[in-house]
């Protein structure tokens, strides 16, 4: 099977902090795959914008190396490095000064989609849409990609809300959560709503549980600075875990459009009750082979969570009595992502007791190898009598489609074609990431009030061991990391 390539309109995209990390481990090395898979148009451009005063020659050749480097061999095809570079030139321009704006202008064309990437520090974010305004530079119908994190509270998200809305309307501005471009979160769309099958039964009648989890191996050595003033919370839990809740636990919306299906994620995020402190468990990760947490970030008085677990309600009539396990973190045993419904058993078993009675387990895992795996119960085969044992129905993206569409891109990859067509479906509105805040910052505001410390957890462990208690409280435990 091969996969389909939709091709998108001609565009003008300027990637301002094109000389910076996300530019080079991310957003260039994907649009180069976009590029070979056919995808842009002859006459789509990419403007690199950055304070550094180098030419189009210069950056190119910044550009192949940043292929070369975050892009497997596999992915690379030489002669289209060459045909890639072809598209792209290079602006120096000051975000928070007039210089390069007037060269920026003329470099755009007029009759193409025009698409401005803020791969830049959130505080440039408001200089940045007002000199694309006051030089004249961003039509009515341009479009602005904001990374995260979009604010640090509901005051600091409602305030960049405010200034990106003095120059562009809501349907310009794509706040992009690169957790919602991955394949398998909009599989658990199709699964949901494409399928007869889950959707009656899911609800607090059938579904025990929910348990999310966003586990990395890796530390914050290389961005403790920013991270140590985040944590957990702020940096995973507000936005991608939140996300992928939303979508899991939000209505069918009338229709698969940006609106209706971000209608319907509001609404998750303004049913979670409260969570009480004894529902989550913060922790920091101690010394093993590796520093710990406090000598990454060189705070030995840190305060910050680099593990947060977490039992959520959302108060609506799907969900009343089904809670939401929530759980992430850094330095732990595995780098894994999944989304796992855990039906109820049988009201009944007919079997005998030591035949064993089990639960379907729906899980959508995300990362490394993205795939859905549905556990059903069946008989063991042989003589043994009629023992149960769980097997997999397991669909996944290579065995069921062969490898060139199990070969999903990248999220980034996804999320910039989706600005391009002017796809707001995979991107946050202003609302649900004020609502996303306004449910976080109570959380946070209490720990400081009480002075919370996180707990220490062994590096490469799967968190602390209070966790583990917080779901053994509930007769439950979590997925294997
Ligand atoms: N890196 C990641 O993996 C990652 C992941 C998620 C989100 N993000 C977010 O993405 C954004 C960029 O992150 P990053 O890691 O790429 O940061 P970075 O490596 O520090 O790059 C910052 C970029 O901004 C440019 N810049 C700084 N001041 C400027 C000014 N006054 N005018 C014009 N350009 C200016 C820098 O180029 P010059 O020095 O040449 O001006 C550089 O290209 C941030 O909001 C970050 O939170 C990053």
């Known amino acids: 099977m091969v996969s389909r390539v939709i091709p998108v309109d001609p565009f003008d995209l300027v990637i301002f902090g094109a000389t910076g990390d996300l530019a080079k481990r991310k957003i260039l090395p994907g649009l180069f795959r976009r590029f070979c898979d056919g995808q842009m148009p002859p006459d789509a451009r990419i403007i690199g914008a950055a304070r550094t005063e180098q030419d189009s020659v210069a950056w190119r050749a910044q550009v192949v190396e940043a292929i070369e480097t975050f892009l497997p061999a596999a992915k690379r095809d030489p002669k289209g490095i060459a045909a890639f570079c072809d598209r792209l030139s290079y602006v120096a321009v000051d975000a928070m000064g007039d210089a390069g704006w007037t060269d920026l202008r003329a470099e755009m064309r007029d009759a193409v989609v025009q698409a401005f990437y803020f791969s830049v520090a959130p505080s440039l974010f408001g200089a940045l849409a007002e000199r694309l305004h006051h030089f004249n530079i961003a039509r009515q119908d341009a479009r602005i990609v904001v990374e995260k994190p979009f604010g640090?509270?509901?005051?600091?998200?409602?305030?960049?809300?405010?200034?990106?809305?003095?120059?562009?309307?809501?349907?310009?501005?794509?706040?992009?959560?690169?957790?919602?471009?991955?394949?398998?979160?909009?599989?658990?769309?199709?699964?949901?709503?494409?399928?007869?099958?889950?959707?009656?039964?899911?609800?607090?009648?059938?579904?025990?549980?929910?348990?999310?989890?966003?586990?990395?191996?890796?530390?914050?050595?290389?961005?403790?600075?920013?991270?140590?003033?985040?944590?957990?919370m702020r940096d995973m839990v507000q936005n991608h875990l939140m996300q992928l809740l939303c979508l899991t636990a939000m209505e069918p919306p009338a229709r698969f459009e940006p609106n209706a299906v971000r209608d319907e994620k509001l609404k998750v995020i303004r049913a979670l009750d409260p969570v009480y402190p004894d529902h989550i468990v913060r922790g920091q990760y101690k010394a093993g082979a590796k520093p710990s947490y406090v000598e990454d970030v060189e705070n030995p008085a840190s305060r910050s969570e680099s593990f947060i677990a977490m039992k959520l309600h959302i108060a609506n009539w799907r969900w009343n009595g089904t809670p939401f396990y929530l759980r992430t973190g850094k330095r732990l045993k595995a780098r894994k992502s999944e989304i796992v419904i855990h039906f109820k058993e049988t009201p009944h078993s007919i079997f005998d007791a030591d035949a064993g009675n089990r639960a379907n387990v729906l899980s959508i895992r995300l990362q490394p190898d993205e795939g859905i795996d549905l556990r059903v119960t069946i008989k063991e085969p042989g003589p043994g009598g009629m023992r149960l044992i769980d097997v997999p129905l397991d669909m996944s993206f290579a065995d069921a489609l062969g490898p060139e569409v199990a070969d999903v891109p990248d999220a980034y990859e996804r999320l910039i074609m989706d600005v391009i067509r002017g796809n707001q479906t995979l991107f946050m509105r202003g609302d649900e990431v004020e609502a996303a805040w306004g449910w976080t910052d109570p959380i946070i505001a209490g720990w400081e009030a009480r002075g919370d410390r996180p707990v220490p957890y062994d590096a490469g462990s799967t968190g602390p061991e209070e966790a583990a208690i917080l779901m053994h409280r509930d007769n439950r435990r979590w997925r294997e990391i």
């Open 152 to 232: 640090r509270d509901l005051e600091t998200a409602r305030a960049l809300n405010a200034t990106l809305a003095a120059h562009f309307n809501e349907t310009q501005i794509y706040r992009i959560d690169h957790y919602l471009g991955k394949e398998t979160v909009q599989n658990l769309m199709a699964v949901r709503f494409g399928n007869t099958l889950f959707e009656p039964l899911w609800n607090s009648q059938y579904v025990d549980h929910v348990q999310i989890t966003v586990a990395e191996e890796v530390g914050v050595a290389g961005r403790g600075a920013y991270y140590d003033k985040s944590g957990a």
